[in-house]
Structures are given as C-alpha cells and as structure tokens.
C-alpha cells in the first residue's frame, strides 16, 4: 500500500477529467444517513463517548458510530480524549444515523460531525481514524461511512502515526524483535458452530526468543474482561521462526494454541458490496503499545468505495468551487492534503507541487 507522489495539479485533472464522468454516469447517489438532530457537547468521557444537551434539552450521552478508541487508564486515551475536546467541546454537533433506535449499551449510537469554520460540517470519526487514534469498529447496519473508515486507518497505519507508532508509550520490551500477526476470519462451515477454527496468529520473525506474558490481543470490538481480547500467561515463549495461535472459544491450551474463552466466532466476515465489512487482530504489548497488527480487507490506493458509501470528509456533497472537487481535510499531520473526487481518496504528500 504504497502512495505515488503526484502533483497537487495532477491529481486535481486526474479526478476531475477521469472521475467525476464516472460518477455522473454510472455511480449510485451516495446514501447519507437520515435522522438528523443537533446538540451541544458538554462532556468529553472519553475517545468515543460524550455528554451533549439536545436541542429539545435533554441530556444524553452518546457513543460514536463504527469506531473504538482505547479504555480509561490505557496508553493512547489521554491523547484521543484531549483530541476529541479540542474539536467539539462546548460546540455545536451535528447527529447522524439511519436509525433513531439504535443505541449501545443504552446511549445513543450516532455519528458525529462538527461545523468548520468553511461551513462544512466534518466527520469527528473520519479525523480521529485518519490520525491513527481510534480503530475502525465497522458496522452492518450503519454502514455509511465504512470502506472510508477502513480506508482512512490503514493509510494512518502505513505510515506509523498515533497508535500505529510501536513505541508511542516508551520503548517496550523486545522491540527489536519482529512480530508478524495474521487472522484467519471466515470459520470453517457455519461459523457459529466453528468459532475455534478462526484465530489470530503470531509470528516471531526474530532471531531470539520472546516471551509474551502479559501482552494481549483483540479483535476492532470492544476491550475488556467481556470483550474481545485475550492477556497472554507467564512463560508465553515464541521461538525465533515459530508461531503461536489465539482462537476465540473454549478450549485446552497447549504451548502455540491459546484460547478467549466462551465468545464464539468474533471476526466480521468480508463484504465488499454496497455494505463494506471487514475487521482486524492486533496485538499489545504490557505498556499499551500496538506492536503488530492485520486489518482487511486490504484497501488500495485507487481502489473506490462501495457505490451508496459516502466520503466522510464530504457528507453533503458540498463542492469546493475553487477546486470543483468536494471539501476535504487540509489539517492531516504532516501538513498532508487529502484530495478526494468523492469515491477516491488519496493523501498527497506535504512536498506535492501545486
């Protein structure tokens, strides 16, 4: 996954000469989620939970969408939750769902977007995926802004920023040791009834041994003694060129297969039609620091989102009339432009030629 420096220029003729034909005569009206409402934000608990005063005047607390920031204590919240209360602390947010109902764990479940300053109201998820903060949580439902989610995160992880950073909390233990991670998602038959047969391998792509007690892996879901994650016991040796195996239901540990408990299959299943579905393992060293990882499907430079997905950074379909391309992200790190003809989404480097 390899970005190709062109031109700010270039790439401006590229989507307007070749990819907005393409989407006036054959791509489908992207689908924008219906139910709307408008808040106020007066808490930030946490990457992905706030207080918000309601426009009726209510008081809810509200989850965001398809995303799962890291829980109270551990390394990458402080950072996430500052960022959140930067953006929308104390102002206006906009609601987004294509149901009314859906909730978890009894807040509200919505996507939230902000108004800049341009007068575009901007996704709050697609900006904390694209910094690396959060991981994609991709939803069945609420699929709206799915394939851009994942598109945006393996971008942040190519390039090594927020979590995807080895050693944003300290240099760990055996950093110099290569590990290589891999999931099997699609059990074997029904995966209800084979729920062990999907796992999360571990590779030890180094030249000495590594013992991985107290390291843990998860699926994108949630982290917990509840969730999707599994701590690795003490004297957890990986030899050099071994791999060891975590499957997500019960079974009898042995010394290269380890199990979650009683979860049954826990990885989404690809899908790649007008719903885009995808998941990943990653795994954590004792400090906190995401130390290898897989996400999928594989999204490529170039590749186009699902005909119905809608650009996060662009809802509206509002076009920038100085570029005739829709508004976008100018404030990505590394002074980064992200320029997109609203099913391709490109990062050009700070350096690009204008």
Same mark, same amino acid.
């Given at each position: 996954?390899?970005?190709?420096?062109?031109?700010?220029?270039?790439?401006?003729?590229?989507?307007?000469? #070749?990819?907005?034909?393409?989407?006036?005569? +054959?791509?489908?009206?992207?689908?924008?989620?219906?139910?709307?409402?408008?808040?106020?934000?007066?808490?930030?608990?946490?990457?992905?939970?706030?207080?918000?005063?309601?426009?009726?005047?209510?008081?809810?607390?509200?989850?965001?969408?398809?995303?799962?920031?890291?829980?109270?204590?551990?390394?990458? +919240?402080?950072?996430?939750?500052?960022?959140?209360?930067?953006?929308?602390?104390?102002?206006?947010?906009?609601?987004?769902? *294509?149901?009314?109902?859906?909730?978890?764990?009894?807040?509200?479940?919505?996507?939230? #977007?902000?108004?800049?300053?341009?007068?575009?109201?901007?996704?709050?998820?697609?900006?904390?995926?694209?910094?690396?903060?959060?991981?994609?949580?991709?939803?069945?439902?609420?699929?709206?802004?799915?394939?851009?989610?994942?598109? *945006?995160?393996?971008?942040?992880?190519?390039?090594?920023?927020?979590?995807?950073?080895?050693?944003?909390?300290?240099?760990?233990?055996?950093? +110099?040791?290569?590990?290589?991670?891999?999931?099997?998602?699609?059990?074997?038959?029904?995966?209800?009834?084979?729920?062990?047969?999907?796992?999360?391998?571990?590779?030890?792509?180094?030249?000495?041994?590594?013992?991985?007690?107290?390291?843990?892996?998860?699926?994108?879901?949630?982290?917990?003694?509840?969730?999707?994650? *599994?701590? *690795?016991?003490?004297?957890?040796?990986?030899?050099?060129?071994?791999?060891?195996?975590?499957?997500?239901?019960?079974?009898?540990?042995?010394?290269?297969?380890?199990?979650?408990?009683?979860?049954? $299959?826990?990885?989404?299943?690809?899908?790649?039609?007008?719903?885009?579905?995808?998941?990943?393992?990653?795994?954590?060293? $004792?400090?906190?620091?995401?130390?290898?990882?897989?996400?999928?499907?594989?999204?490529?430079?170039?590749?186009?989102?699902?005909?119905?997905?809608?650009? $996060?950074?662009?809802?509206?379909?509002?076009?920038?009339?100085?570029?005739?391309?829709?508004?976008?992200?100018?404030?990505?790190? #590394?002074?980064?432009?992200?320029?997109?003809?609203?099913?391709?989404?490109?990062?050009?480097?700070? +350096?690009?030629?204008?």
């Amino acid at each position: 996954m390899r970005f190709t420096k062109i031109s700010v220029l270039s790439a401006f003729a590229l989507a307007i000469g #070749s990819a907005f034909p393409a989407i006036a005569q +054959d791509a489908p009206k992207p689908i924008v989620p219906d139910v709307r409402e408008h808040g106020i934000v007066t808490r930030v608990l946490d990457g992905d939970t706030v207080w918000l005063k309601l426009s009726n005047g209510k008081m809810r607390q509200v989850r965001f969408m398809s995303i799962q920031a890291m829980e109270h204590g551990e390394c990458h +919240d402080a950072e996430v939750t500052k960022r959140v209360s930067d953006m929308i602390l104390g102002k206006e947010i906009r609601l987004e769902s *294509f149901s009314s109902s859906i909730k978890s764990r009894g807040r509200l479940y919505r996507y939230l #977007s902000y108004k800049a300053e341009d007068g575009v109201w901007r996704d709050v998820s697609a900006q904390l995926v694209a910094d690396g903060l959060v991981l994609p949580m991709l939803n069945p439902d609420e699929w709206t802004y799915n394939w851009y989610y994942m598109a *945006f995160s393996q971008r942040a992880a190519e390039r090594g920023i927020g979590m995807f950073n080895t050693t944003t909390c300290g240099v760990g233990p055996d950093q +110099d040791i290569p590990l290589a991670l891999s999931v099997k998602w699609d059990a074997d038959g029904v995966d209800t009834h084979n729920g062990n047969t999907e796992h999360i391998k571990i590779t030890n792509n180094g030249d000495k041994s590594i013992n991985l007690a107290n390291w843990w892996v998860r699926d994108s879901g949630l982290q917990g003694p509840k969730g999707h994650s *599994f701590t *690795f016991p003490k004297n957890t040796i990986v030899k050099p060129g071994e791999s060891i195996f975590v499957h997500p239901d019960k079974g009898r540990r042995t010394k290269t297969d380890y199990y979650m408990g009683d979860h049954g $299959p826990i990885f989404e299943n690809v899908l790649t039609g007008k719903i885009f579905m995808g998941d990943g393992g990653y795994l954590f060293d $004792p400090q906190g620091d995401l130390r290898a990882w897989q996400q999928y499907p594989v999204i490529n430079v170039g590749d186009t989102a699902p005909g119905g997905e809608t650009d $996060p950074t662009n809802p509206d379909g509002t076009l920038n009339p100085t570029t005739g391309l829709p508004y976008s992200f100018t404030d990505l790190p #590394s002074g980064e432009v992200l320029v997109s003809d609203g099913l391709t989404t490109l990062r050009l480097p700070s +350096d690009s030629l204008i």
